[in-house]
């Protein structure tokens, strides 16, 4: 979450709205706190609990269990599995193409973030 967001309706949002709801399924993104936990986040959770309970490393507790389990399945290994799906998001395209595509990313194409700069301008003074 920046100043900026990408539009939604831009042509780089559309060619990766599948490997979004996937990242968002598989919940890749484990390190992002605000974001819904889904149920495989729920099941590396579980997991943690009794993979620390069966260690019994007091020092190790299950909260950093399921933080180190989730960001090595979560977002290293089903993260490194949707790789292939971005990439096909972009199969074909020339290089013009391309660069019109990650134009998504200009200034001019983004909008502003409207919920974070009135907290910015709230406390900005």
Known sequence: ????MLDPESEYMQRVTRV??????????SWAGWLPTGEVA?????????ASAAINQPELGPREFAQFLKQAALDGFFGGLLQPAYAEAFRGLSEN???????????????PNEALLSVVRKHAG
């Open 1 to 4: 979450m920046g100043w900026v």
């Open 20 to 29: 979004l709801e996937l990242k968002r399924t598989l919940g890749t993104d």
């Open 42 to 50: 729920r099941l590396m959770e579980r997991a943690a609990e009794q």
């Open 97 to 111: 193409e391309l660069d019109r595509v990650l134009a998504s990313f200009s200034l001019a194409q983004c909008r």
